[in-house]
């Protein structure tokens, strides 16, 4: 083992950990800003709406706590780009700069200056003022989302650029941020983030209304229930479209990952899709891949000659276990979710309030909290581990990227360290979600001003 393999350790441990935050953040965001606009207009039309003011507190706190622990965790990320893998960031710094700068400048200020005029500014601020403040919050993260993701986009399908001097120059900053696998992943990912957060919303909702019967506030979460199934069986056709339009994209841009996605070794005309080994649906690949069943799709083997040959020898062939597994495993758990949802909606089709939620079904809501996330972590070890050998596709291999001054005994001690902190911030975490959770909504102290007047609190002046 040398210092590339733990620094590739090192970076995927804190990605990895840094994303069971971001797809709940971005989802759980949207949904708290549903719940308060739909408090608003009920409000304004002069119908009762204090159960969607309470939901909007208690999941606008869960957002807030996953939100800080995002941040936190993400710090880490861009530090590791000069530590570990100098040679990787002197190649590509002068095009991620851009929008890495239009993330942080644009798209986090955004989200951070507006996320906190919404937390403090609860009966200070107007209703609508106040509304829009998390809204900006939202758009901000979104964004932020957009451009990260372009940034990756680029690693995989490269354009835009020049190579001078040994290092890639921007020469098109519109191609970069409109890069055809941009716009495929940018919907794909956010779309799985919304199931993501959907599953959490189901999750909390059932443990709710397992733990209070149909007695209290069982209704209320009713209403936090449909909104989280609706929102995922939503996002769950955005997710199928969008990956149908990625499968095509890999078999032009990045056959090796499709090849080893499916474990198929030989060019095949009409290849089959495999469900798990011994087990091939006929043609089906071919259809997903081109939308033509008798199309030909490459193989391992055969990109692996037609690769040395344009690049010189070297073993480009990923992780295949790794790959194939992880490609079931994104499309498995995120199905069984998204079907959880459909069921949900039949199942609470009646739109009263105060109609029972079946046990069974907020009990497997529970137990699907983790179907999700391991979906959507799945697809990002199937995205960044097909990739390999390449740091950037076609241009940098994994192998050149790393720093050359950094030792292996070094790398060691920032992967232990890192490993420790992160699981005792995990633990910090999910202790706070649980008390969170089992605690449930506040009562509401006082009903927000009324008007959309300014209320100016008295200060103190030194």
């Not at 209320?220 to 479209?241: E, I, N, P, Y």
């Not at 979600?433 to 030194?462: F, I, N, W």
Request: hydrophobic letters at 50%; a positive charge; glycine letters at 10%.
């Amino acid at each position: 083992m040398d210092a590339l393999d733990l620094a590739r350790w090192q970076f995927g441990v804190t990605t990895v950990y840094h994303f069971l935050f971001v797809p709940l953040t971005i989802g759980l965001g949207v949904f708290v800003a549903g719940l308060q606009t739909a408090w608003l207009r009920r409000t304004r039309k002069g119908r009762e709406a204090d159960h969607l003011l309470r939901l909007t507190k208690f999941f606008g706190k869960l957002f807030l706590i996953n939100f800080a622990m995002g941040v936190v965790t993400g710090i880490v990320q861009e530090f590791q780009f000069g530590m570990n893998w100098s040679q990787y960031s002197i190649f590509v710094g002068d095009v991620f700069g851009a929008p890495l700068a239009m993330e942080a400048l644009l798209a986090f200020f955004l989200e951070s200056t507006f996320l906190g005029l919404w937390i403090f500014g609860w009966d200070r601020l107007p209703r609508r003022l106040h509304l829009a403040c998390l809204w900006a919050a939202v758009i901000g993260s979104n964004l932020s989302a957009y451009f990260i993701l372009a940034a990756n986009a680029w690693m995989k399908h490269p354009v835009g650029y020049q190579v001078i001097d040994g290092r890639a120059r921007m020469t098109d900053l519109w191609a970069v941020l409109t890069n055809s696998t941009a716009l495929a992943q940018v919907p794909h990912v956010v779309a799985g983030a919304f199931i993501v957060a959907g599953g959490f919303v189901i999750a909390v909702s059932g443990y709710r209304i397992l733990r209070e019967g149909s007695h209290g506030t069982a209704g209320m979460w009713r209403t936090s229930l449909r909104g989280a199934l609706a929102m995922t069986a939503l996002a769950g056709v955005v997710v199928a479209g969008t990956g149908d339009q990625s499968a095509r994209l890999l078999a032009e841009q990045q056959p090796m990952k499709l090849a080893a996605a499916e474990g198929l070794r030989h060019d095949t005309s009409g290849a089959s899709f495999s469900v798990v080994p011994g087990v091939e649906v006929p043609r089906l690949l071919s259809l997903l891949a081109a939308h033509d069943p008798d199309a030909r799709i490459q193989g391992v083997d055969d990109i692996q000659r037609r690769y040395t040959t344009a690049f010189g020898p070297a073993d480009y062939t990923p992780n295949l276990p790794v790959v194939f597994w992880s490609f079931r495993v994104m499309i498995v758990f995120g199905m069984a979710t998204v079907a959880l949802s459909v069921l949900g909606l039949w199942l609470t089709r009646r739109r009263n309030r105060d109609a029972p939620t079946p046990r069974w079904f907020a009990r497997l809501g529970v137990l699907a909290l983790p179907l999700p996330t391991l979906a959507i972590v799945a697809g990002w070890l199937l995205s960044e581990i097909g990739r390999q050998p390449w740091t950037v596709q076609g241009e940098l291999m994994t192998a050149a990227s790393v720093s050359p001054g950094v030792s292996l005994t070094q790398v060691a001690i920032t992967l232990a360290g890192f490993t420790a902190l992160y699981g005792v911030l995990a633990v910090a975490e999910a202790v706070l979600l649980v008390r969170h959770v089992k605690a449930g909504p506040e009562p509401l102290q006082a009903e927000p001003a009324p008007s959309d007047e300014v209320r100016l609190t008295p200060t103190l002046m030194y």
